[in-house]
């Protein structure tokens, strides 16, 4: 098995979501759907220091 996004040697960025479920990712207004958004277009998101597990 290769390298997994919740391991440091993966070369991931996690960033802020305020949301349970994959579902609540397109919430309006939503900080989930607000960083997609910045990725998307290339701006920087606002980034997580929360650990993934």
Do not use: C
Not at 15 to 38: C, F, T
């Amino acid at each position: 098995m290769g390298k997994q996004p919740p391991d440091g040697n993966f070369g991931g960025q996690r960033i802020e979501v305020d949301n349970y479920g994959h579902g609540g990712y397109w919430k309006d207004s939503g900080v989930s759907l607000h960083n997609q958004g910045k990725v998307i277009v290339g701006r920087p998101p606002v980034m997580s220091t929360k650990l993934a597990y």
